[in-house]
């Protein structure tokens, strides 16, 4: 098992509402990618925070938006749910850019309803 | 098209086969990652290679980089290897510049 959790593992939420999922880098790593993986598809990069900055962003419109804190574990918040936001929400941390040594967390798994 | 394309999609095996999962890719890298997804969605790395063959027990990825092809391996194929197998790239450039790009994952099941 790698040293990065995410709370919750699994989580429902109404159309229209705001969501806060939790991410804890690897010891050691101070960067964290946010991926997005609907249903039957492959993980989609949402975010990166290296040293508690944004340091590059996929396609995903402003409601969602991200933290990194001072020991480097990070949230992702995404305002005015919409149904297709349910999808699995991945955060992997790493060392600097080193992205292909990441460690995954085992995701959380959002329904909007 | 996509940036990273898969094939097969799934995959259906009996126990002992010896298994092939392809991956292409259009965009320029630096190297090539291949992960494997349990139900539940943990995901666990088996390889990152940016060139030549890497083994590891009953698992061997190879990359071809003029090409733009990667291939996983796995011969005597168990069904505790049934997973999903996703190959993701590090791209050089455009709006994912330095993070990784995903295919869409392989489905492979094998029967006892």
Redesign the interface.
């Known amino acids: 098992e790698t040293g990065v959790t995410q709370s919750p593992t699994h989580l429902i939420k109404t159309r229209g509402q705001q969501v806060t999922l939790r991410c804890s880098s690897q010891s050691g790593h101070n960067t964290v990618s946010w991926y997005q993986q609907a249903l039957g598809q492959g993980p989609q990069f949402i975010f990166q925070y290296y040293r508690e900055e944004e340091n590059g962003r996929g396609n995903f419109p402003p409601r969602f938006s991200g933290l990194q804190f001072p020991n480097y574990s990070s949230e992702l918040n995404v305002n005015a749910l919409e149904l297709d936001d349910s999808a699995l929400y991945l955060c992997a941390s790493s060392l600097g850019n080193r992205v292909l040594e990441a460690f995954f967390g085992q995701g959380t798994r959002l329904t909007v309803v | 098209k996509n940036e990273?394309e898969q094939s097969p999609q799934n995959l259906t095996a009996q126990e002992g086969e010896f298994i092939t999962i392809n991956c292409s890719y259009s965009v320029g890298i630096s190297?090539l990652?291949w992960?494997q997804q349990h139900p539940?969605?943990?995901?666990?790395?088996l390889f990152?290679l940016s060139s030549g063959k890497k083994k590891h027990g009953r698992l061997i990825a190879t990359i071809n980089i003029q090409e733009k092809h990667s291939s996983l391996h796995i011969t005597a194929s168990h069904p505790r290897d049934s997973a999903v197998y996703?190959c993701?790239v590090?791209s050089d450039y455009g709006?994912?510049?330095?993070?990784?790009?995903?295919?869409?994952?392989t489905k492979l099941s094998v029967k006892p």
């Not at chain 2, 709006?95 to 994952?105: H, R, Y």
């Open positions: 990273v190297a990652h992960l539940g969605g943990g995901i666990v790395s990152m996703i993701a590090r709006g994912s510049q330095g993070n990784l790009i995903f295919g869409k994952g």
